[in-house]
């Protein structure tokens, strides 16, 4: 019997799975007989601890970007359409302006037509109507103003000469009836360019001569000052300048 249990132990002892096993934990015990052996998973766990940590650095990171992306594309966007509002604005106002101009261009060459048609004279951008009848001074002026206009006021020689084309005694838009000597035009402005005949204005013979008439025509200066009461023709004017 113990010749076949030392051939049985001996043959136990050489197979193959054992002595690899016995192998194995003699490469994995330290010099002070305590097994050192790392578990085999503990490596693959720190690096898939480090690889979601990278990850999640990363998504981080791509976050923030896509955020500062989205960011500066949503003010890019505001402010384009920031711009395009101004833009729009500023076409509706030039198309007010233009609309506005338009308007008031028709309404010039209606009234243009009207006072043509009326026999008023286009001259230096003003309309004159010359009267066929006759009035007193301040007859005459109502009837001006009746028609949306007033007695002529003469600013310069050139419109000095264009009245006096039409060769009529006529009432111009030029008084001292508030205070004498102090010449006024029917808008309140004073005299400052006349053109009086020589020795006008004199108040002939004490009479009270408060009104001006172009008398005179056939001369350069024409203007003679007389009664307010005394009949003659007139001349309105009427600004109108496209």
């Given at each position: 019997?113990?010749?076949?249990?030392?051939?049985?132990?001996?043959?136990?002892g050489?197979l193959?799975?054992?002595?690899?096993?016995?192998?194995?934990?003699k490469?994995y015990?330290?010099?002070?007989g305590?097994?050192?052996?790392?578990?085999?998973?503990?490596?693959?766990?720190?690096?898939?601890?480090?690889?979601?940590?990278?990850?999640?650095?990363?998504q981080?990171a791509l976050?923030?970007?896509l955020r500062?992306?989205?960011?500066f594309q949503?003010?890019s966007l505001t402010?384009?359409?920031?711009?395009?509002?101004?833009q729009?604005?500023d076409?509706?106002?030039?198309?007010?302006?233009l609309t506005?101009?338009?308007?008031?261009?028709?309404?010039?060459l209606n009234d243009?037509a009207n006072?043509?048609q009326?026999g008023?004279?286009y001259?230096?951008?003003?309309?004159?109507?010359?009267?066929?009848i006759?009035?007193?001074?301040q007859g005459s002026r109502?009837?001006?103003?009746h028609?949306?206009a007033?007695?002529i006021?003469?600013?310069s020689k050139?419109?000095?000469?264009?009245?006096r084309?039409?060769e009529?005694?006529?009432?111009i838009g030029?008084t001292?009836?508030?205070?004498?000597?102090?010449?006024e035009?029917v808008?309140?402005?004073?005299?400052?360019?006349?053109f009086?005949y020589p020795g006008e204005p004199?108040?002939?013979?004490g009479?009270n001569?408060d009104?001006?008439?172009?008398?005179?025509?056939?001369d350069?200066?024409?203007w003679n000052?007389?009664?307010c009461?005394n009949?003659?023709?007139?001349?309105?004017?009427?600004?109108?300048a496209l």
């Amino acid at each position: 019997m113990p010749k076949n249990e030392s051939e049985i132990t001996i043959e136990i002892g050489n197979l193959p799975g054992i002595s690899a096993r016995s192998d194995a934990l003699k490469s994995y015990t330290g010099e002070d007989g305590e097994v050192a052996t790392p578990v085999p998973g503990g490596k693959l766990h720190r690096c898939i601890a480090v690889s979601f940590c990278l990850l999640c650095i990363l998504q981080a990171a791509l976050n923030i970007s896509l955020r500062l992306a989205l960011s500066f594309q949503q003010n890019s966007l505001t402010e384009e359409r920031e711009e395009l509002k101004r833009q729009l604005n500023d076409y509706a106002s030039q198309q007010n302006s233009l609309t506005r101009e338009r308007d008031e261009l028709k309404r010039k060459l209606n009234d243009f037509a009207n006072y043509a048609q009326q026999g008023w004279v286009y001259f230096s951008d003003s309309f004159y109507y010359i009267s066929s009848i006759k009035k007193t001074w301040q007859g005459s002026r109502d009837d001006c103003l009746h028609r949306g206009a007033d007695l002529i006021i003469i600013n310069s020689k050139e419109e000095q000469v264009f009245t006096r084309q039409f060769e009529k005694i006529m009432w111009i838009g030029l008084t001292d009836r508030e205070t004498e000597a102090r010449w006024e035009w029917v808008d309140r402005t004073l005299l400052t360019t006349s053109f009086w005949y020589p020795g006008e204005p004199n108040n002939y013979i004490g009479r009270n001569e408060d009104c001006v008439e172009t008398w005179y025509y056939n001369d350069d200066n024409s203007w003679n000052d007389v009664v307010c009461e005394n009949q003659n023709f007139w001349i309105c004017e009427k600004k109108m300048a496209l």
